[in-house]
């Protein structure tokens, strides 16, 4: 499970509740705050989404960043 806010966005543990992970894009200011998150179906891989139309895909095993779309400026 994977909640967005104002800083990035925060993972739990379905089964018990306790945090996972808290994930920060840092980059660009405008990038701190998650929009949106998704998982992929394998699991694998959830994605952030954020003001400024930027993507961050993260890996579940470690949770660290994989890569970022290019955004958009506006």
Same mark, same amino acid.
């Given at each position: 499970?994977?909640?967005?806010? $104002?800083?990035? &966005?925060?993972?739990? =543990?379905? +089964?018990? @509740?306790?945090?996972? #992970? $808290?994930?920060? &894009?840092?980059?660009? =200011?405008? +990038?701190? @705050?998650?929009?949106? #998150? ?10 952030? @989404? ?25």
């Amino acid at each position: 499970l994977a909640a967005c806010h $104002e800083e990035g &966005a925060t993972v739990y =543990e379905a +089964d018990s @509740g306790r945090v996972a #992970a $808290e994930l920060k &894009a840092g980059g660009l =200011e405008s +990038d701190r @705050g998650a929009t949106c #998150a998704a998982f992929s179906p394998d699991g694998r891989t959830l994605v952030t @989404g954020h003001h400024t139309f930027r993507l961050h895909a993260w890996e579940v095993l470690t949770w660290k960043r994989r890569g970022a779309s290019p955004g958009t400026s506006r």
